[in-house]
């Protein structure tokens, strides 16, 4: 039974995230690999609260804001791919988050 690897991965740099995407697939590409994506998700806007001091009585700046991108890759079988893609080193700013299911 093969089993299917998801691969979520999220950046606040797009640059940095569609890189790494593009290595994967071509890299998936070059070996016959059976790949899904990249699906790309709305875009989510965080908002981070910024003290002007340590205490709480100290005010605040206004809210930081930045954007998040997100993506995701199946890889359908060739479980070493998908291991040496997980193995892989990702940029710093570049969260992976991991998925393995097994299909019938």
């Known amino acids: 039974m093969p089993f299917v690897t998801k691969l979520a991965l999220t950046s606040g740099d797009r640059g940095a995230l569609d890189r790494t995407v593009t290595e994967i697939k071509e890299s998936a590409a070059r070996k016959g690999v059976e790949f899904g994506g990249p ?9 981070a609260p910024q003290s002007k ?11 930081w804001t930045y954007t998040i991108y997100s993506r995701t ?21 570049v969260h ?4 393995v299911e097994q299909v019938r």
């Not at 699906?39 to 908002?47: D, F, G, I, T, W």
């Open 53 to 63: 001091r340590l205490s709480t009585s100290g005010g605040r700046f206004t809210d």
């Open 96 to 99: 992976v988050e991991i998925d």
């Open 39 to 47: 699906h790309a998700s709305q875009p989510r806007q965080q908002r």
């Open 73 to 93: 890759i199946e890889i359908v079988g060739h479980d070493e791919f998908a291991r040496s893609v997980a193995d892989g080193g990702f940029p710093a700013g």
